[in-house]
């Protein structure tokens, strides 16, 4: 399973963009790249997934260059909800060794006013 | 609210002591996924379950076991417990399909004393 590295933690401000880059190096041919967010003591929360190229939705961009073995998480205009710990998760589809997840150290985000 | 439903909250036992926590998917879901979050280890995949059957199994360990019943509810075991068995326990549920996006339930904070 692929390995993801990220940054411990980073530091913006209430309405600024912030990018968050994973990088999976060794990542496969069948993975998806899955982005979560989690609040102290909840569970986490699916924000975005991605195969290739770019993806939007309403909360998050995420952007995966040709070579698939980085992406980086996009929230725009961040507020001070947005203080979380966001993981990057490289993952196989189900039907091929079951959604087993791997949760590495992920990236503190602290939104400041 | 992801849809996801896990009992207890909280739970506080001994040592030496064996537990039950539940987890009801989401409606429709047919696969179940355990994790473990604890301090120094961060998120642990455990163990998942679809449609009854055990599809994928994590750094879960022997005392530990889990299964999935024909309603599709799930239970994790905790047995002989430990100290260091003091988590938050969370459960996962998605619809198994080629992309499979998780959900998390909020969570069972275990505290063994």
């Not at chain 1, 913006?12 to 990542?27: K, R």
């Not at chain 1, 189900?94 to 503190?108: A, D, P, R, S, V």
């Not at chain 2, 996924?33 to 199994?57: H, P, T, V």
């Not at chain 2, 499979?100 to 004393?113: A, E, I, M, N, S």
């Given at each position: 399973?692929?390995?993801?590295?990220?940054?411990?933690?980073?530091?913006?401000?209430?309405?600024?963009?912030?990018?968050?880059?994973?990088?999976?190096?060794?990542?496969?041919t069948n993975d998806y790249i899955?982005?979560?967010?989690?609040?102290?003591?909840?569970g986490p929360r699916f924000i975005i997934q991605g195969y290739k190229t770019k993806v939007t939705n309403e909360v998050a961009s995420l952007f995966i260059p040709a070579d698939r073995k980085s992406s980086t998480l996009s929230l725009p205009r961040v507020s001070l909800s947005d203080t979380a710990v966001y993981y990057c998760l490289v993952g196989v589809p189900?039907?091929?060794?079951?959604?087993?997840?791997?949760?590495?150290?992920?990236?503190?985000l602290s939104v400041k006013p | 609210d992801s849809?996801?439903?896990q009992t207890p909250k909280h739970l506080i036992t001994a040592t030496g002591q064996r537990v039950t926590l539940r987890c009801s998917p989401r409606s429709g879901d047919l696969?179940?996924?355990?994790?473990?979050?604890?301090?120094?280890?961060?998120?642990?995949?455990?163990?998942?379950?679809?449609?009854?059957?055990?599809?994928?199994?994590g750094n879960i360990l022997e005392r530990f076991s889990a299964q999935q019943f024909p309603d599709l509810h799930s239970e994790l075991n905790l047995s002989s417990l430990e100290l260091g068995d003091s988590a938050l326990y969370f459960c996962a549920s998605s619809a198994g399909g080629a992309v499979?996006?998780?959900?998390?339930?909020?969570?069972?904070?275990?505290?063994?004393?």
């Open positions: 399973l692929a390995k993801t590295t990220q940054p411990i933690s980073m530091d913006s401000y209430e309405g600024q963009e912030v990018n968050i880059t994973c990088s999976h190096n060794n990542i496969a899955t982005w979560y967010q989690q609040f102290p003591s909840q189900f039907y091929n060794q079951g959604g087993k997840l791997i949760f590495g150290q992920g990236t503190e | 849809g996801v439903t696969s179940v996924y355990w994790y473990q979050q604890s301090l120094d280890q961060g998120l642990q995949f455990l163990i998942q379950y679809y449609n009854g059957e055990e599809r994928a199994k499979d996006t998780q959900y998390f339930g909020p969570g069972t904070r275990l505290t063994v004393l």
